[in-house]
């Protein structure tokens, strides 16, 4: 009976730099989002070690925006909570989907790696997953250097925040919206990715204008997930 091979540690170590070297491009584009929410959090009164502590723990770079924008003092911890549980039950969705493509990790490496489950990791997990096996170390290699990078700029904003300005002014709030726009082009496949956004994009859009709170965001996600099925059935029954 053939056993399989155990990995070598040269073997951890190269896909660990694979990893590091697919998730470097991102790495540029998430540092001016940390810049923003550094500078950001210090003009609601954050000291620079809350800032740092908030990306460290939280981790959730958007949910992190939307409790700014709702801080005050003292901080009404329940709406805070509420909006970041809305913002980031699409973590429901992308932990299911990249979870069955996690068959080389333990249980304790998936629930670790499930903590460090960002937008933009998710995305270069699944292109991974879409070509070749998705291993431990290869995660670890886009998950530390993205993490310390957000970890780190969000510190640096909170420290330069005044020197920083206006995030708008410079163009740095836009990094948030491109970063997105370059993992949704990934995921392209013509008619069909396009019905999903644009059902997601309307129904968010039409939510906002006519609902307060961060309801657009579930909203969204969720007429996206509804036009994806509607599609898959309407092509399961027409094969």
Not at 85 to 94: D, K
Not at 146 to 170: E, H, N, Q
Not at 195 to 209: D, F, P
Request: charged share 10%.
């Amino acid at each position: 009976m053939l056993q399989q091979s155990q990995p070598t540690g040269k073997s951890l170590i190269r896909e660990f730099l694979g990893g590091v070297r697919a998730i470097f491009p991102l790495i540029a584009a998430v540092l001016p989002i940390g810049l923003v929410f550094g500078a950001v959090s210090a003009t609601k009164g954050l000291s620079a070690l809350e800032t740092t502590l908030m990306s460290a723990l939280v981790f959730a770079g958007g949910s992190q925006f939307v409790a700014m924008d709702l801080w005050t003092h003292p901080a009404s911890w329940i709406g805070v909570g509420f909006a970041a549980l809305l913002v980031n039950i699409r973590h429901v969705l992308m932990s299911a989907s990249i979870g069955t493509k996690m068959q080389s990790f333990s249980g304790i490496k998936r629930y670790i790696a499930m903590l460090f489950l960002a937008d933009e990791l998710w995305a270069m997990a699944e292109f991974r997953a879409g070509t070749t096996r998705l291993t431990p170390a290869w995660y670890a290699g886009i998950v530390t250097p993205f993490y310390l990078t957000w970890v780190g700029s969000s510190l640096a904003g909170a420290l330069l925040g005044a020197f920083l300005g206006d995030p708008a002014v410079i163009g740095l709030d836009f990094a948030f919206p491109a970063v997105f726009i370059v993992l949704v082009m990934g995921f392209w496949k013509g008619a069909e990715t396009g019905a999903v956004l644009a059902a997601s994009g309307i129904a968010a859009v039409a939510v906002h204008q006519f609902v307060p709170g961060v309801w657009y965001i579930a909203a969204g996600a969720l007429a996206g997930l509804a036009m994806a099925l509607w599609r898959s059935t309407m092509r399961e029954q027409a094969a």
